[in-house]
């Protein structure tokens, strides 16, 4: 495996955090709407999150497998 190879499959990918909510939104839309768009926006930043998690657990038991 070349160094490009392993550097495209090392990339780490954040996904971006900030405000859930857009804030064009905050002048249109009422307090329960503005809670319910940041929950969601907050519970998919959480969803994403754990899956990076789980893939960087997964990557540190194979490079450990391979390690012995």
């Known amino acids: 495996m070349n160094d490009a190879t392993l550097s495209s499959l090392l990339r780490f990918r954040p996904?971006?955090?900030g405000d859930p909510v857009a804030?064009?939104?905050i002048d249109?839309?009422?307090?329960?709407?503005l809670t319910q768009l940041a929950r969601v926006g907050l519970e998919?930043?959480?969803?994403?999150?754990?899956?990076?998690?789980?893939a960087n657990t997964q990557s540190l038991e194979i490079i450990g497998?391979?390690?012995k």
């Open 15 to 17: 996904w971006p955090g």
């Open 23 to 25: 804030p064009w939104l």
């Open 28 to 33: 249109q839309l009422d307090k329960n709407q």
């Open 44 to 54: 998919l930043n959480q969803a994403v999150l754990q899956a990076q998690l789980k």
């Open 65 to 67: 497998a391979a390690k």
